[in-house]
């Protein structure tokens, strides 16, 4: 039997969670005040996913930087390949709200999209 306690972050009351499971199969789930705790829970143990947000570079902007986001939850272990690819990116102003900056983060086919527009110089 396996076990790991949680923070819930479905909302900020940040239920402590408690998650119990044998052989990928989920017994027990506490602490939650939902079913968004659980659902939360069971994604966490089964297929762990984020939103990643963070900004790449601008050329040519009235900014210096483009705050940018996957377009959906991506699995956890492609986070660091995304932000190295992310790192790597470098976009030509202007640039708008929903413009696709990278098609396919770290080998997924979520897109990396910008979340505010950077107007040219
Ligand atoms: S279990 Fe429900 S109430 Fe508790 S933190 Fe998660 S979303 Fe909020």
Same mark, same amino acid.
């Given at each position: 039997?396996? !076990? ?12 402590? /969670? ?6 990928? /199969? +989920? ?17 966490? +143990? ?5 939103? /990643? @947000? @963070? %900004?790449?570079?601008? /050329? ?17 272990? !492609? ?7 992310? !790192? ?12 696709? +900056?990278?098609? !396919?983060?770290?080998? @997924?086919? +979520? ?5 505010? %527009?950077?107007?040219?110089?």
């Amino acid at each position: 039997m396996e !076990k790991k306690e949680l923070i819930c972050i479905g909302c900020p009351l940040g239920c402590m /969670l408690s998650v119990e499971w044998e052989n990928g /199969l +989920i017994s027990c789930i506490s602490g939650n005040n939902c079913r968004i705790g659980d659902d939360y829970a069971r994604k966490e +143990i089964s297929n762990p996913t984020r939103i /990643l @947000t @963070t %900004t790449v570079k601008v /050329l040519d902007g009235t900014a210096p930087l483009v705050s940018v986001k996957t377009k959906t939850d991506i699995p956890k272990n !492609k986070i660091f390949e995304c932000l190295r690819e992310i !790192k790597s990116c470098t976009v030509k102003a202007p640039v708008h709200i929903g413009d696709v +900056i990278l098609e !396919k983060a770290a080998g @997924t086919d +979520i897109p990396v999209i910008a979340t505010k %527009t950077v107007k040219k110089i």
